[in-house]
């Protein structure tokens, strides 16, 4: 699959992730790593992290620049948290610190796992994204709806 194309069917994926349609979201995908090798996926994945990335800055705004992202999620001893779920979170905190050698780290440790945990990463990947897409333009349109103050 040629980049253009890749690229198409990422910025589909993500459409479908933020509107909630599981089912298209999880056909693109898997266009997507049928077409794809190891190195072309990290790609993606890497695309989707922007995508997280862009969501967390439309929330919360741009990092100071001594500050770093990091995403939590419950405390594993209060809930049992999937692996898949702790990649999306590690992932994408790196990739929004602009740590691309932890990024690889982690890509390449859930590429070498069995088959079924690297789609589970790569799809709790794509969920979390569309989540934190969903959850900022729900702010954006909160926000919007507030009334503007008068000027006196």
């Not at 459409?15 to 049928?34: F, K, P, S, W, Y």
Request: charged share 20%; with cysteine.
């Amino acid at each position: 699959m040629d980049t253009p194309r890749r690229a198409q069917l990422v910025i589909e994926m993500l459409q479908h992730a933020v509107t909630g349609n599981r089912d298209e979201t999880m056909r693109v995908l898997g266009e997507i790593a049928r077409a794809c090798d190891g190195r072309q996926m990290y790609g993606v994945c890497c695309s989707v992290a922007d995508a997280a990335r862009q969501s967390l800055i439309n929330l919360y705004g741009d990092p100071s620049i001594e500050g770093l992202w990091a995403l939590a999620a419950p405390d594993p001893d209060e809930s049992c948290q999937h692996p898949a779920h702790a990649f999306a979170l590690r992932f994408v905190s790196a990739y929004a610190n602009k740590d691309m050698e932890t990024c690889s780290a982690l890509y390449l440790a859930a590429y070498r796992a069995s088959p079924a945990d690297y789609g589970h990463s790569v799809t709790a990947l794509v969920g979390l994204t569309g989540y934190l897409a969903r959850a900022a333009l729900e702010e954006m349109a909160a926000d919007s709806e507030t009334p503007t103050a008068h000027p006196h």
